[in-house]
């Protein structure tokens, strides 16, 4: 059988530079031809042959070509003789040789539109005189590229070794060698048949018990032979059918009375693919409110109908399987946002008296240091207690809440005053540091061994009394200021020798004595030994 295959590029150069004639035979050989020769079909392939006489003492007479196929098997295809001329006895080789050159010595041939069947051994055999014949012969190879394919074989998934694919290198020559490589664990069987032609088939099967995981797999055939330039490989996906799966998606549990277009899908796989779905419910018929569409079913409005269980069913040609899903339908919330608003309304509630506590927190601590600072300062580093000692409270300079008595400028007091008829004033401490002032009459002379540091009322109360004079009401008035003062420069005793300037030793001004009146005779000795101011007010 004659293909056509691309020829070598340097198939002629070869050829050339391959012309070692042999010489047939030990010291008599005299006919020198190629031992061996490789061609394809429809090529054309050159046979040399030359005699070799040293002394020139052999007659030629004649020239044959004989083709041997097989051994045993002669035929004379080319003869030539110098009188007779040419002679082509085969009819298989007719029109297909001629001879190179019309002479004895150098009888090459060409064969043209070679065939597999053209291989075998060709003799070039000369008659001469007087050593008799003299022979050389060479062997001629055909060389076949094979076919080469691959396919998968389709299979029921199932529990026996089957054929899954096939590989084929058909009418190459010589034979081809197939292996193939895969991952699904299978094995393969290879076998070979040889043609007229001298060509030979390989064929190779692939085997492994089939599932449905195995469908669409891969196996890869990979194909070596002599006359090509690199192996051929062919990867083949393996065709497994097997019924279909079924499984049924799209219901979340809140199927609520009166919920719209509630959707199930029908999802099946399966080789061949589905060919029908089919909806069915456990009660019977579907109810109205539901829709199918393929693989779709909408529940157009929820209600108790379909408060049941959904039957999905696929078939192909390998069998039908089928998937079923219960509905449970509940009741619907009458106001659906009434839980976020009330949430919103908790919520809303608790941030806002969390917000009013902190306010009140944040004043009350905004007071409370305020209260404590406020009083008549005094020289910068004095501890102890103010009641007792007048010299300073917890802070430097700061009677604290400690009470204090207070009197007008007509001689009001509680201490060794003219006068101590007036009312007494008694502060309680609170928690909040801020005291309060309670009135009651003035036993002082039943009760002066009782006599203990009483606290002072608050500037609204001595305002009220009625009881102060001008002096003092402008001593009171200073008083405000020089706490106004406090309050801008801070506590006094912190370091350094900076003074509120209402306190400082010189503070009276010119033209007004009754000031300085006031900065030394303030003060009051009490018969505790301490010393308090007749008019300065301490909250």
């Given amino acids: 059988m004659a293909r056509d295959h691309p020829v070598p590029p340097a198939r002629n150069a070869w050829l050339t530079a391959a012309i070692l004639l042999a010489v047939q035979g030990i010291g008599a050989q005299k006919v020198r031809v190629e031992d061996e020769l490789e061609a394809y079909p429809t090529e054309s392939v050159d046979l040399r042959c030359e005699f070799i006489d040293g002394g020139g003492k052999t007659k030629l007479t004649q020239v044959s070509w004989i083709w041997e196929p097989i051994d045993g098997q002669r035929d004379n295809i080319a003869v030539y003789h110098p009188t007779y001329g040419q002679s082509f006895p085969n009819l298989s080789f007719k029109d297909r040789v001629v001879f190179l050159h019309s002479n004895l010595e150098n009888p090459s041939i060409r064969i043209s539109a070679l065939k597999m069947s053209d291989a075998g051994r060709y003799t070039c055999e000369y008659a001469t005189y007087p050593t008799g014949n003299e022979q050389g012969t060479t062997s001629l190879v055909m060389l076949a590229k094979p076919k080469n394919s691959a396919n998968a074989v389709t299979v029921q998934a199932g529990p026996k070794s089957v054929v899954v694919a096939q590989c084929e290198a058909a009418d190459g020559k010589p034979a081809a060698a197939i292996k193939w490589l895969s991952s699904l664990g299978g094995n393969h069987t290879t076998s070979t048949t040889s043609g007229p032609d001298g060509t030979v088939t390989v064929r190779s099967e692939y085997r492994l018990v089939p599932t449905a995981a195995d469908n669409g797999g891969e196996v890869t055939c990979i194909v070596d032979q002599r006359t090509q330039d690199r192996p051929w490989v062919h990867p083949v996906k393996l065709s497994v059918e097997y019924p279909p799966s079924v499984s049924i998606e799209g219901y979340d549990n809140n199927w609520y009375v009166g919920r719209s277009d509630a959707v199930l899908l029908c999802l099946a796989d399966g080789n061949p693919a589905p060919t029908g779905v089919t909806w069915t419910a456990l009660s019977g018929a579907l109810p109205d409110t539901v829709v199918v569409s393929g693989n779709k079913l909408t529940v157009k409005k929820v209600d108790d109908a379909v408060n049941t269980t959904f039957i999905c069913e696929v078939k192909n040609k390998r069998g039908a399987s089928q998937h079923q899903i219960t509905t449970n339908v509940i009741e619907a919330l009458k106001d659906p946002s009434s839980a976020g608003v009330v949430a919103g309304a908790v919520i809303g509630s608790l941030l806002a008296l969390l917000l009013v506590v902190a306010l009140v927190a944040v004043l009350m601590s905004r007071s409370c240091p ?164 007749r008019t300065a007010i301490y909250v």
């Fill in 370 to 533: 305020r209260h404590q600072r406020r009083g008549y300062p005094g020289g910068g580093g004095g501890g102890g207690d103010s009641a007792a000692a007048g010299g300073g409270g917890s802070n430097g300079g700061d009677y604290g809440n400690k009470a204090r008595l207070l009197f007008t400028g007509a001689g009001n007091t509680n201490g060794t005053g003219t006068n101590n008829n007036g009312p007494v004033y008694t502060y309680r401490e609170g928690c909040d540091a801020t005291g309060t002032l309670t009135e009651k009459p003035n036993d002082y002379h039943h009760h002066h061994h009782h006599l203990h540091l009483h606290h002072p009322p608050s500037a609204h109360d001595i305002l009220l009394s009625g009881e102060m004079g001008e002096v003092d009401r402008r001593k009171f008035d200073l008083d405000d200021s020089m706490e106004e003062d406090y309050d801008r420069f801070g506590a006094v005793g912190g370091g350094g020798d900076l003074q509120p300037p209402a306190y400082h030793a010189n503070r009276g001004r010119r033209g007004e004595e009754d000031m300085v009146v006031y900065l030394d005779d303030d003060m009051e000795s009490q018969r505790d030994g301490s010393v308090i101011s």
